[in-house]
């Protein structure tokens, strides 16, 4: 099933300062009766993990709780949107339960662990 676009109401990108990532392990490696190990790529494709953190107001935390809950079927599916790191849409898929957090009388910080499609 093809993931759905991050809902356009929310930030298109989240806090520079909180991205945090940990490249997918890929990598098999044994040591045969004779000779060096060897190592090889285990699959042909791997999920990077990471945290992502958007800034949002109110409004926009209420627009996230709808498409998190109604439109991912809470977490279920894959959502994109832009990786300013890679340059590329990416998917993703919401590996946590997202935390919220007020941060000022119209903000609120919003983090959730995502696995990113390679």
Do not use: C
């Not at 009766?33 to 953190?53: A, K």
């Not at 409004?59 to 959502?79: I, P, W």
């Not at 340059?87 to 993703?92: L, N, P, Q, R, S």
Request: zero cysteines; hydrophobic letters at 35%; a negative charge.
């Amino acid at each position: 099933m093809a993931a759905t676009a991050w809902l356009a109401s929310l930030p298109q990108a989240p806090l520079a300062a909180n991205i945090q990532e940990v490249l997918g392990e890929n990598k098999l490696s044994f040591k045969p009766d004779y000779g060096d190990p060897i190592e090889r790529n285990r699959f042909t494709s791997t999920s990077d993990t990471g945290v992502m953190s958007f800034q949002m107001t109110l409004q926009q935390y209420r627009d996230f709780r709808t498409f998190y809950k109604t439109t991912l079927g809470s977490g279920v599916l894959d959502f994109s949107l832009y990786d300013d790191i890679l340059g590329a849409v990416k998917d993703y898929h919401i590996d946590s339960s997202p935390t919220a957090s007020r941060n000022a009388p119209d903000g609120i910080v919003v983090s959730f662990n995502v696995l990113r499609r390679t």
